[in-house]
């Protein structure tokens, strides 16, 4: 007899399991008279099987014991069937279905970090496509090298003036003329453009003066007149060309001594000319261009020489030497200047006028320099002249006081030069140079302090 035992179980499903022959094999055992152990059938004898089962128990088992193993066998391969199901199931899952069955803390944490991400996303395409408001990609090419233009100043200071000139005047060779300052000389010509002048005395009491040109080029100058050694050993700190008449025999000594580059009228009467209106020996004129063209006949081109060292004007608002007074020979020689502050230049006067010349047009200038100096510088006699006067005799190499008059008021100095090719100095109480306004320099040369005057 066969027989099929089946066990339900609710969350596992159903077992069937058959036993073959259960009752024939259970009726062959007979029971006898009197209590004897009972042998349990063979192995062989009872012979169960069940599907799927791989492993077989030798041992006798109740239908009771066989039927709850069954059970138990039949649960554990219904649990292995249920999983591998399960297994699939996840594997097939998209999604959309596993954020579903995520818990509601977790899909706030993956939509923030999702919207995270697009955001920066979003902002880096932004960057890309429309580079900060362009509607283009930008792409960094290489910059060719530029070259940077050289700019030429159009003017530059002078060398000698300080004024804004074109660089080329600098370039000029300098050229002092002599120029005469007795009653029969005036009024001069040419003295109001030249950038330095120095005034001294020549002999007799009658001064005369060296006029240095760079800057500009007057086509009338006179009276020139003879040549002086102090002259010579001033001009030579300006490296200039010296235009003269003859001069004195230490003076012409030392002009070839001393290698100056001569312009003697005696030796060059090409650049120089008589006026009728005047006698001699008062009426010898020249003018720059002219002497600028003996200079390259002779190849003196340019000059090498250190100006005095410049500032812009700053006029004082109270002015303490508003009148200078430099005492020199008598009143027909002793010059004094007058500060006017709407230019912040000095007027020169001598013998109680204006100092004015002419043009050649006859059309008048007065002399108005930036800078006054007053110079003490000790004076003694040289020879004698042709009229038995004699020569002025200055020290030009070593140091001495100096009165610089500019801005309105006075700044008291040492002059300094250490030699004939050396330029002077003008330096303060601390040793520091003084700077000297833009302009025309009128230096005179006195014999003492006491020679100079101021209120």
Known sequence: MDMDIKKTNKNKGTVKIKVNNFNDRINSVKPTASPQKVETPKQADVDLEIDNWENEETAFKTPEQASAEDNIIGEQDLDMTLDNKKDKKRKKRNPITWFKLLSKKKK?????????????IAAALYFLVFNHGKNTISIITP??????????????????????????????????????NSLDARPQSGLDQAGVVFEAIAEGGVTRFMAIFQDTQPTYIGPVRSA???????????????AHVGGSQDALADIST????????????????????????HN?????????????????????????DRKKDTPSKTPTASTINLSLSGPYYNPSFAYDP???SYTRSENGNVHTELDSSGKSATITPKVVIGMVTPLGQGALDATGAYYSNYTTIG??????????????????????????????????????????????AVSTDSAVTYK
Request: no cysteine.
């Open 284 to 308: 010898v004129y020249t003018s720059i261009p002219a002497l600028n063209t003996l200079e390259s006949s002779k190849g003196y081109t340019s000059s090498t020489y250190t100006g005095f």
């Open 342 to 344: 709407s230019s912040n």
């Open 108 to 120: 706030i944490i993956i939509s923030v970090i999702a919207a995270l991400v697009l955001m920066l």
């Open 258 to 281: 001393w290698g100056v580059k001569d312009l003697n009228q005696f030796a060059n009467s090409g650049p120089y000319q008589r006026i009728s209106s005047r006698y001699a020996p």
């Open 143 to 180: 910059k060719k090298a530029t070259v940077k233009k050289v700019v030429v100043p159009t003017t530059v200071p002078s060398t000698l003036t300080g004024l804004q000139v074109s660089p080329d005047v600098n370039k000029r060779q300098v050229t002092a003329v002599m120029i005469e």
């Open 228 to 242: 002086r050694p102090y002259y010579v050993s001033w001009l030579l700190g300006f490296d200039a060309a010296y």
């Open 399 to 444: 140091s001495g006081n100096a009165y610089i008059f500019q801005d309105g008021i006075v700044t008291k100095a040492t002059w300094t030069k250490n030699s004939n090719t050396d330029q002077i100095k003008f330096t303060d109480t601390t040793g520091k140079l003084v700077k000297l306004n833009a302009g025309q320099t009128w230096i005179t």
